[in-house]
């Protein structure tokens, strides 16, 4: 009987360093790792941001969202939603000058423009994460309630700059705006319609036309490639006839050019004959000259014989009354 106390005792022992080892083996080694605890107050909704949640700097896992809580003030009827990261000190390693606080190391980051903001994890599901991200020229305002932890200031997410900037939009007019555009584009539409149909037909008369047109005149110009083939045979024909011809009466032509340039050089020896003729030192023409003067003093003579009979007709009977 006494040595059943001492084996439930050692089963008792047993469990609990079994409990422990797996509390240490899956998790329990965080209670031995350094963390800094922070806070953000996110004026906008968190919804998918859940405990556990990553915070990441740069796509690098250095925190975890360890609470997520709601402040209310029953005078403004305003809500703060305070989320509080725990740091792991053994993911971020400090260089330079280190500080001496855990909350002054926070202070300086914040100074040097480390900002958070929320930003989606899955798409699909909706789950948020929280980016940490240095912003020097980013605003900061802090919101200063005592929650016993470093404060870092909060950005508004994309999506939330997204819905804000929509919800700035004069959706209204916009919405009257495109009425607008939409009934202008339907009379636009209507006049087209009602214009372009006679164009249409207009066109697929013209169409038909020049359809017609050009079916003319392919047959016009198959009548004018058989008329000019037709041309071209005959033409060949006559070259033909014309080079057969000239071959016979080659020996004709040749007799013919023979007597032309005969002719041609007793014809230039005449021009030499006569050109002697009418030099003026010739006998020719002191001939010629002595013949012209005798003609010309017959015309004379002529000329005063006529003058006398004029005068007096009865000098052809009687003669001269005086010599």
Same mark, same amino acid.
């Given at each position: 009987?006494? /040595?059943?106390?001492?084996?439930?005792?050692?089963?008792? #022992? *047993?469990?609990?360093?079994?409990?422990?080892?797996?509390?240490?083996?899956?998790?329990?080694?965080?209670?031995?790792?350094?963390?800094?605890?922070?806070?953000?107050?996110?004026?906008?909704?968190? /919804? *998918?941001?859940?405990? *556990?949640?990553?915070?990441?700097?740069?796509?690098?896992?250095?925190?975890?969202? $360890?609470?997520?809580?709601? +402040?209310l003030s029953a005078d403004t009827t305003?809500? +703060?939603?305070?989320?509080?990261? =725990?740091? =792991?000190?053994?993911?971020?390693?400090?260089?330079?000058?280190?500080?001496?606080?855990?909350?002054?190391d926070v202070d300086q980051m914040v100074r040097a423009g480390l900002r958070a903001q929320l930003a989606p994890q899955s798409i699909v599901t909706g789950q948020l994460r929280v980016d940490l991200d240095f912003r020097p020229g980013a605003p900061a305002p802090l919101v200063g309630m005592a929650t016993g932890a470093p404060e870092i200031p909060a950005l508004p997410s994309d999506l939330g700059q997204l819905r804000n900037q929509l919800t700035e939009l004069p959706l209204r007019e916009l919405a009257n705006t495109a009425q607008r555009a939409l009934a202008s584009l339907e009379r636009l539409s209507n006049h087209l319609d009602a214009t372009l149909d006679p164009l249409a037909q207009t066109a697929h008369r013209t169409a038909d036309a020049a359809t017609r047109t050009l079916q003319t005149t392919d047959e016009a110009v198959r009548r004018v490639q058989v008329d000019a083939s037709t041309a071209l045979r005959?033409?060949?024909?006559?070259?033909?006839?014309?080079?057969?011809? #000239?071959?016979?009466?080659?020996?004709?032509?040749? +007799?013919?050019?023979?007597?032309?340039?005969?002719?041609?050089?007793? /014809? =230039?020896?005449?021009?030499?004959? #006569?050109?002697?003729?009418?030099?003026?030192?010739? $006998?020719?023409?002191?001939?010629?000259?002595?013949?012209?003067?005798?003609?010309?003093?017959?015309?004379?003579? #002529?000329?005063?014989?006529?003058?006398?009979?004029?005068?007096?007709?009865?000098a052809v009977l009687m003669g001269r009354a005086n010599r």
């Open positions: 009987m006494s /040595a059943r106390p001492a084996v439930v005792g050692g089963f008792i #022992l *047993g469990a609990l360093a079994l409990g422990v080892a797996g509390i240490l083996f899956f998790g329990g080694m965080r209670w031995f790792i350094p963390s800094l605890r922070v806070v953000v107050f996110f004026s906008e909704s968190v /919804a *998918g941001l859940d405990v *556990g949640s990553p915070v990441t700097f740069h796509g690098v896992r250095i925190a975890s969202v $360890q609470s997520v809580a709601i +402040r305003k809500a +703060r939603i305070p989320v509080y990261l =725990e740091l =792991e000190s053994n993911r971020v390693i400090w260089e330079g000058k280190k500080s001496k606080g855990s909350r002054i005959d033409l060949d024909a006559l070259v033909v006839d014309a080079h057969r011809q #000239l071959d016979g009466r080659g020996g004709e032509l040749s +007799r013919v050019l023979t007597d032309a340039d005969r002719t041609v050089r007793q /014809a =230039e020896t005449l021009l030499g004959s #006569l050109n002697g003729l009418a030099e003026p030192r010739s $006998q020719f023409r002191g001939d010629l000259e002595a013949v012209l003067r005798d003609l010309a003093a017959s015309a004379s003579s #002529l000329r005063n014989f006529t003058k006398t009979i004029e005068r007096n007709p009865n």
